[in-house]
Structure formats: structure tokens, C-alpha cells
């Protein structure tokens, strides 16, 4: 399983977080990020073509190093400064209330602990700080949040830890950031994998 995650894996997943259907989504969710902005599973930097010119840095946080090869060209053609910082969105190495802001795209599906993921985002993201985010998860519909719990231990064996039943927007309330808009709805793709959450929350 080691070569499969390694070397395989990553390139499933920019395939996969590479389709066009994603673009409008990853361009809504970079909307007004500016300052200082720490990105969790920054992966092989598909959200990159979309960073606002308002935004000072990127700090990177990505376990893969394949991962950070495949984003490669896109980090040298982007207009903001992107620094590596980190391998782990449960431990990122930065001061207290140094961000600006922080964004999550298809993260806190995979992460071991996204509770304390979040804990590590509210505490580096200065007062007032926003989190933009946009994430799959748990459909409301009876009938397809069976199928993704049937799916979701599959999921998790061949996706590197993902869930297919996590519920973002519950993660970020109960972690104590305020919502300050937010959609949820279906995606293009695998309905299984195609529920999304994407919105913006607050550090009070």
C-alpha cells in the first residue's frame, strides 16, 4: 500500500480535483481571500489559477511530496508568492493569529482529525480571520447518504483516509467559527462523491 499511496495516489487525485467541472467552484471559494493566507491539503495546487491578486503569500500545507511535484508548474506561474511550509493541517508551523485568512478544499474529508485541524486554522487566523472552504460530504438525501455510508470504509482504504460522510458545515460550526454564507448541492460527478459544502466562516 506504501508505493500505491506514494506514487499512485497522488496522481489519481490530481486527475480526479484537476476536471473542469470543478473550476467555478474553486473560483467562487478563492473569492476574496487577501493578506496571509494558509492552505490546508494544498495538493498539486489546483486552486492556484484562482488566488486573488489581493493575496500577499500562500503558506502550503501538503503530506505528499508527489503531490508538490505535480504542482510544480503551477506554483512557478502563479502571481502570488506560495511558500511550503508543512506536512500536516493538524500541526501547521505558524505563530498565533498570523493569517489573514485560510482555505480548504476537499481536506477535511481526509483528515485524520479534522476537529483539530480546525483548531490549528482558528488559532494561526488572526480575530475576524475567514475561512473559505469547499468540501464534499454527507448528502440529506435518505437514499444517497445509505449508498455513501455502504461506500465510505472502500472510500477510506483506496483514497488515502477519505470519508464520504463527514458533514463540513457541522465540523466548522462546532469548532466555533460563524458561517457567514454558505451553499450545499450537488456537484458534476459520482453522486457519492459529489455533495458539496462551499462557503466562507468567521473568527470572532
Excluded at 493566507?37 to 489559477?49: A, L
Excluded at 493538524?90 to 481526509?110: M, V
Excluded at 477510506?156 to 466555533?176: D, E, F, K, N, Y
Aim: with cysteine; net charge neutral.
Amino acid at each position: 500500500m506504501a508505493i500505491y499511496n506514494d506514487k499512485v495516489l497522488p496522481r489519481l487525485i490530481n486527475f480526479a480535483c484537476g476536471e473542469r467541472a470543478l473550476a467555478p467552484w474553486r473560483q467562487k471559494v478563492c473569492e476574496g481571500l487577501s493578506g496571509a493566507v494558509v492552505e490546508i491539503g494544498f495538493g498539486s495546487g489546483h486552486n492556484v489559477p484562482y488566488y486573488p491578486s489581493d493575496i500577499d503569500v500562500v503558506y502550503a500545507v501538503e503530506p505528499s511530496s508527489l503531490a508538490v511535484k505535480l504542482a510544480d508548474k503551477r506554483m512557478k506561474s502563479a502571481f502570488v508568492s506560495i511558500q511550503l511550509i508543512g506536512l500536516e493541517g493538524q500541526a501547521i508551523p505558524l505563530a498565533n493569529e498570523s493569517c489573514d485568512a485560510a482555505l480548504s478544499t476537499f481536506t477535511l474529508c481526509t483528515v485524520p482529525n479534522p476537529e483539530l485541524a480546525l483548531r490549528e486554522l482558528w488559532r494561526v487566523l488572526k480575530p475576524g480571520g475567514q475561512l473559505h472552504f469547499l468540501e464534499h460530504g454527507l448528502a440529506p438525501g435518505r437514499s444517497l447518504a445509505f449508498t455513501q455510508r455502504l461506500f465510505d470504509p472502500f472510500q477510506h482504504r483506496i483514497a488515502g483516509g477519505c470519508h464520504l460522510t463527514r458533514q463540513p458545515l457541522s465540523l466548522i460550526a462546532t469548532a466555533g467559527f460563524e458561517l457567514v454564507w454558505s451553499q450545499e448541492g450537488p456537484g458534476k460527478g459520482p453522486k457519492p462523491w459529489s455533495y458539496f459544502s462551499l462557503g466562507v466562516a468567521q473568527k470572532e
